[in-house]
């Protein structure tokens, strides 16, 4: 099983940018698809954006469009998500996910997290 570890995480202030990576232990093309989604304290796990190779088609979810952006090495067997404008509601623990269906809508492998904080 190709395992996936996220990285990239950190404090920012409101307005400033980050890059995720979600790293693949191997060919990350593996997978059908990836998708990133987050967590705030004491919310539901909600979909941020994902990619399918399929189709190499990518969505986001309305709340970060324009300011997201998720894309692939697949050299490196990465998934970025890029994050500008960064706002405090932005603020959760970012996970990526793999899938091996198809459509790629339902993802069942997990990486650990990483901490994004924005501040105000």
């Known amino acids: 099983q190709v395992q996936l570890v996220e990285s990239g995480g950190g404090l920012v202030q409101a307005g400033g940018s980050l890059r995720l990576s979600c790293t693949a232990s191997?060919?990350?093309?593996?997978?059908?698809?990836i998708g990133w989604f987050r967590q705030a304290p004491e919310k539901e796990r909600e979909f941020v954006a994902s990619?399918?190779?399929?189709?190499?088609?990518?969505y986001h979810t309305e709340s970060v469009r324009g300011r997201f952006t998720i894309s692939t090495d697949n050299a490196k067997n990465t998934v970025y998500l890029q994050m500008n404008n960064l706002k405090p509601e932005d603020t959760a623990v970012y996970y990526c996910?793999?899938?091996?269906?198809?459509?790629?809508?339902?993802?069942?492998?997990w990486g650990q997290g990483t901490q994004v904080t924005v501040s105000s």
């Open positions: 191997g060919r990350i093309t593996s997978y059908t698809g």
């Open positions: 990619i399918t190779w399929s189709d190499n088609s990518t």
């Open positions: 996910a793999g899938t091996f269906r198809m459509p790629a809508t339902i993802f069942d492998y």
